[in-house]
């Protein structure tokens, strides 16, 4: 029996991992929830999987369940309580789901642990890349990508040699905005900009899908996972969503991960992995489906995706500038401060004056992310 830790369980991707864990209740046992602030459904979670560790980020949602607790669960509130409670809590698969550079902290702690980590959090690999490559490999835990286009490239390398690989390809959907002209960008609502084609998410990534900055996050990502130069990484469009990403060996041979848009399928996987477990999921039935369109993104629309890669390029701390830049000004857009044209804008003038230091570790990146919030909260 694994013991899961589920870093944000109210999420999309933490609701869809306890949606696969019902599946498979004789193979797998919850050990620890936590959330933001939705203290009703978190309740819920609590009654049905019984962890011994819950987390509550917010004082007040942690007070309203406080009392309603069975025995024998500890609950701990704000980062701290994160911290202490992947440090403590017992269990083998750490299921990062929770949106930002708040899951980086637990991780990292989780990663000291030795532990498999079933990784949706992108930021932090996008943030702390080589820190975090550098704690697997001293303490031996392992990454299993659980966003759809990394878990492809990883499901494509099973049995292949990172030194047979051409190029990785990623596929984006392009959003809601992929058959819009720039210029309304200028006028985008919040609405529209949430309302994605293919997938259900949470607000924040889906904002980062219309701008496209999810793609560039990925790109980092995988640049950390699997090892390879920003040069044999690639990004097309494919606004279908069923290829969730291919590699390109050098024979010139090309392996593609296909599956409906699903994010269940991924983390099941990173929770089997590199067993694979029977499902009753919706089956892809390729004559529904007919066909499959390709791509070039276009970078001058989405300057997001080519701010990631120049961030790549740069190095150091220029990831990171742009992860927090990018989460201040998806919150003000959010928020209805500035407009969605000005996203890329506040991200790229964080980018040309926060100093990018090219220490790696750990304090550095914190103090970046401080420096980097507090200069684009102050952007007109």
């Given amino acids: 029996m694994k013991k899961i830790f589920i870093l944000g369980s109210t999420g ?10 019902r599946n498979f209740s004789d193979k797998f046992a919850v050990s620890a929830l936590t959330v933001n602030s939705n203290s009703d459904l978190l309740l819920k979670q609590i009654n049905e999987f019984n962890p011994k560790f819950v987390v509550v980020k917010e004082e007040e949602p942690a007070n309203k369940i406080k009392e309603h607790l069975p025995s024998g669960c500890r609950l701990l509130t704000g980062n701290d309580g994160l911290i202490t409670a992947a440090i403590e809590a017992e269990y083998d698969i750490f299921v990062g789901a929770l949106v930002g550079f708040a899951g980086l902290a637990p991780t990292v702690e989780a990663i000291k642990r030795g532990k498999r980590i079933a990784l949706a959090n992108k930021e932090t690999l996008v943030v702390a890349g080589e820190v975090v490559n550098k704690y697997c ?4 835990a392992q990454i299993i990508p659980v966003d759809s286009e990394h ?9 292949e040699g990172i030194n047979e690989v051409e190029k990785l390809i990623l596929t984006a959907s392009g959003g809601p905005f992929l058959n819009k002209d720039k210029s309304s960008f200028e006028n985008a609502t919040v609405d529209e900009a949430l309302n994605h084609p293919n997938w259900e998410m949470g607000n924040k990534i889906s904002i980062d899908s219309a701008t496209m900055m999810n793609k560039g996050l990925e790109v980092i990502e995988a640049h950390w996972l699997f090892g390879l130069p920003t040069d044999k990484i690639e990004v097309v469009v494919h606004p279908q969503s069923i290829i969730h990403s291919m590699v390109q060996f050098i024979d010139g041979s090309i392996k593609a991960q296909m599956g409906l848009p699903d994010m269940k399928l991924p983390i099941q996987y990173a929770l089997t992995y590199p067993e694979r477990f029977e499902n009753d999921f919706e089956r892809t039935n390729l004559p529904d489906i007919g066909t499959l369109e390709f791509f070039e993104p276009n970078l001058n629309k989405f300057e997001c995706l080519k701010l ?3 961030a790549l390029e740069i190095g150091g701390n220029a990831p990171c500038v742009i992860n927090a830049a990018n989460e201040i000004a998806v919150e003000r857009f959010l928020n209805r401060e500035i407009k969605f044209s000005r996203i890329p804008a506040l991200i790229g003038s964080a980018l040309e004056k926060i100093e990018n230091n090219k220490s790696s570790d750990i304090d550095t990146i914190f103090d970046c992310d401080r420096e980097t919030r507090k200069f684009v909260k102050n952007l007109n």
């Fill in 308 to 310: 990631a890669f120049d």
């Fill in 12 to 21: 999309s991707i933490g609701v869809n991992t306890l949606n696969v864990l």
């Fill in 151 to 159: 878990s492809a490239i990883f499901q494509c390398m099973v049995g």
């Fill in 137 to 140: 490999a001293e303490s031996g």
